[in-house]
């Protein structure tokens, strides 16, 4: 007999988080001081400071290249608490920088159509 219960239960996650989240994240709100981390100046002295609940990857998870650095980057020194503004804000400029990793750089001159060849 299949467990609705737990396939209900998975249906409302939109995308994965690795196990004991709920943990990691109620550590970090409490390093953190349930304040948003977000440097407000280059050198990083003055930080947002606003409530915050969005506990983010510094280095977003997409970016590893490896399972190695993946599993690095879901160490408490790669998590950080934000506010919702700024995570919005932080997400979208991910965003940006996804789409253009994904593009692939042309390098080389385009070869020439092989019909084109004398
Ligand atoms: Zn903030």
């Known amino acids: ?20 989240w709920k943990a990691i994240r109620e550590r970090i709100i409490a390093r953190d001081g349930g304040v948003c981390q977000m440097p407000q ?3 990083g002295i003055t930080r947002c400071g606003r409530p915050g609940n969005q506990v983010d990857h510094i280095v977003p998870v997409f970016m590893a290249k ?13 998590l950080w608490l934000l506010c919702v ?10 965003a940006g920088k996804e789409s253009q990793r994904r593009r692939p750089k042309r390098r080389r001159e385009p070869e020439r159509h092989p019909g084109l060849i004398d």
Do not use: F
């Open 1 to 20: 007999m299949p467990n609705a219960y737990w396939k209900d239960k998975d249906s409302y996650r939109s995308q994965p988080r690795p196990y004991g």
């Open 66 to 78: 490896s399972q190695q650095e993946l599993e690095r980057l879901e160490q408490d020194d790669n």
């Open 85 to 94: 503004s700024c995570h919005r804000r932080k997400t979208s400029s991910e």
């Open 41 to 43: 100046d280059s050198q």
